[in-house]
């Protein structure tokens, strides 16, 4: 346990600790209650953030919130409930399973309606993070030219490299979904949905056309690394992104866009920055061909994934720089910004995507 560097959650402009040797027990939704007891401590502290309406029968507080996590608000029994109504002094009606609508808490004291939205904002927001990524914010790297480079990178990397260790046809990039990441999303219902594409089209008439100066941005995939500390034992190599002017301006963009996603909740802020690079070999690749990386870890009902996999020797084709690995990508930079759906795979513009698994 880290005892000096504790798990935090940000919410309503507070900051809250977590307790990890709680969270860590956590297995199956008949433990919530156990693991509402491990936040409780650390959520009584009440936050004037929130607004909370006076009416004639006392204080009155909604929070918006997907079906899906209802249930963890609940708990077994109906038990969490009951905790959080008893502590706080209130009452909490939650919409029926499968029903869209608000969490109600009413009372009749201010701070234990706040108390209550505060601990009930925790427990959605630690659940969600146990959700497995729905979409994710990216610019495709799959117009024609890019792919027809890969392909050759792939084609000699076999030719020259098939014989070291883990090194086989399964673990490359589909050329089709080359893809530059800006982040990964948790997007439960229609609403959230509407909501993200909405703050994609206020990023970009709030920065990005002032950062792109109404013009595509040229940018170019220039060489390879990888991501772990052995070129021996690599699990994901990518392709490094620069623009072709020398500019930081990409790098500008998506982290402004990246800081405004965090800000809103959307996105769980573990970096300040955007590593730019696109993936062409991954070795979860071997047994699942839509994996990526670290983004599958849960189940939809919050179990954890252990996803085996097997590393490839990489330092022979780290040291064939005459390798394809580059490409100039000539339109990155978007022309409207919305969600991707049953639209072409050749677009080069900044999508909404829905992460499949």
């Known amino acids: 346990m880290e005892v000096l560097r504790p798990q935090l959650v940000r919410i309503g402009g507070r900051i809250y600790r977590k307790n990890p040797i709680q969270e860590q027990t956590y297995q199956h939704e008949e433990e919530d209650e156990d693991f509402y007891q491990g936040f409780v401590e650390c959520a009584e502290e009440p936050c004037d953030a929130y607004e909370v ?13 997907p079906s899906l996590l209802y249930k963890h608000i609940v708990g077994k029994r109906g038990d969490t409930r009951k905790k959080l109504e008893v502590e706080t002094k209130t009452s909490i009606s939650i919409p029926k399973p499968g029903q869209e609508g608000e969490i109600v808490i009413t009372g009749q004291h201010r701070s234990g309606v706040i108390s209550a939205r505060t601990r009930i904002d925790v427990l959605l927001l630690t659940f ?10 990216a610019f495709f790297l799959n117009e024609v030219e890019v792919q027809e480079r890969f392909l050759k990178f792939q084609e000699e990397v076999l030719e020259k490299c098939s014989m070291d260790h883990g090194v086989d046809s399964t673990i490359f990039q589909n050329p089709k979904k080359l893809h530059l990441t800006i982040g990964m999303l948790v997007l439960l219902s229609e609403q959230e949905i509407q909501q993200t594409c909405e703050m994609l089209q206020q990023c970009k008439e709030e920065f990005i056309d002032d950062i792109s100066g109404g013009k595509p941005l040229e940018v170019e995939m220039a060489g390879i690394e990888y991501m772990n500390d052995d070129p021996g034992m ?41 590593k730019l690079h696109a993936t062409v070999m991954n070795t979860l690749f071997r047994k699942d061909p839509n994996a990526e990386g670290r983004y599958n870890l849960y189940t939809a009902d919050g179990k954890y994934i252990f996803k085996e996999r097997e590393s490839f020797d990489g330092r022979n084709i780290l040291k064939h720089e005459e390798l394809p690995g580059r490409s100039c ?5 978007n022309r409207r910004l919305s969600e991707v759906r049953g639209r072409s795979p050749a677009s080069s513009e900044p999508w909404l995507q829905r992460w499949e698994t």
């Open 53 to 65: 309406v006076q009416t004639q029968q006392g204080f009155r507080c909604t929070v918006k919130a």
């Open 128 to 137: 969600r993070r146990k959700q497995p990524f729905t979409h994710f914010l």
């Open 234 to 274: 690599v699990d994901v190599l990518y392709a490094k992104v620069h623009m072709k002017d020398g500019s930081n301006r990409l790098q500008e963009l998506v982290d402004r866009v990246l800081e405004r996603f965090q800000a809103s909740g959307l996105i769980v802020k573990e970096w300040n920055s955007v």
């Open 329 to 333: 990508h000539p339109e990155v930079i």
